[in-house]
């Protein structure tokens, strides 16, 4: 029997929580079972899960002390169902250990729903403390940054940023804030989706943000290879500054980035 089909949100977020917060196992002689443990709160969501699969699973809950907080109570849904266990891993949710090499579906899939279970599952959302809206996705999985990254750039027409693994534990903390948050909030939890409860009353929150009267967006231009062509070619800073339309400093940065050398200041002298 299969089960999945991506189409569907809801079965596209379910999917999407699998491969970031479940854990797929396996033993001799076919045996195995889909582990996904949350904190109590969260146990709406995994009845939810319940209520979706096909085949006959549990929820049970146990307490112990954590790093993070003593008698910490979890929910814990299991599925043993052999069928189950081998759809998930066709579709791409491996067994053991799966951090860096799981990757979107290869088939068609609802890919906002899909999106939304990956920030429900391993993401954030809600305020700064500056009071600015914000998203943000951690993973170490090099497929599943370029799909996120390429979501939100196909959806508000950002400028595409280069997102880099931390240097302390080599993941992704992709992050987006005010407009660009607001945007991807509103798209992610809309009205009746599937999600946790939790998450959804702090989108909604954040995407009520608004840019305060006065305070200007600045909006970054990217550089082109033809543009980089023109100001490698160009006789002075100047002269480029004014053939490319840009800033002097705008240029200055740019030859230094592109060629290495020291950008030249106002207190520089030519030889």
């Known amino acids: 029997m299969t089960f999945f089909d991506l189409e569907r949100p809801d079965h596209a977020y379910l999917f999407a929580f699998l491969q970031a917060d479940g854990h ?16 109590a709160r969260d146990a709406p969501i995994l009845e939810e899960f319940q209520r ?27 599925v043993c169902a052999r069928e189950f266990r081998e759809e998930l891993q066709a579709l791409g949710l491996p067994a053991g250990r799966k951090s860096e090499t799981v ?4 088939v068609p899939f609802s890919e906002r729903d ?44 950002a400028e595409r940023r280069v997102f880099r693994r931390n240097s302390r534990d080599r993941i992704y903390n992709i992050t987006y804030a005010r407009e660009e948050a607001v945007a991807v909030l509103k798209d992610l939890y809309f009205p009746g989706c599937l999600t946790l409860p939790r998450k959804r009353a702090a989108a ?16 970054k231009r990217s550089w082109s290879q033809a543009e980089d062509d023109i100001l490698v070619a ?18 200055n940065l740019r030859r230094w980035r592109l060629n290495g050398s020291k950008p030249r200041t106002k207190a520089s ?3």
């Open 103 to 106: 990757a979107p579906p290869t």
């Open 52 to 78: 979706l699969c096909p085949y006959n699973s549990s929820i049970g809950y146990r307490t112990r002390n954590t790093n993070f907080k003593a008698e910490h109570t979890s929910a814990v849904w299991t």
């Open 114 to 157: 899909y999106a939304r279970g990956l920030v429900d599952a391993d993401g954030s959302v809600g305020r700064t403390s500056q009071d600015l809206p914000f998203v943000s996705l951690t993973t170490k999985s090099d497929s599943t940054a370029a799909f996120f990254i390429n979501y939100v750039e196909h959806l508000t027409g």
């Open 234 to 251: 160009a006789p002075s800073i100047r002269a480029a500054a004014r053939q490319l339309g840009r800033t002097e400093q705008s240029c």
């Open 269 to 271: 002298k030519a030889p």
């Open 24 to 39: 797929l196992s396996e033993q001799s002689r076919n045996r195995g079972r889909l582990t996904v443990e949350l904190s």
């Open 204 to 219: 909604l929150q954040a995407a009520e943000w608004v840019r305060p009267a006065g305070v200007k967006k600045v909006i």
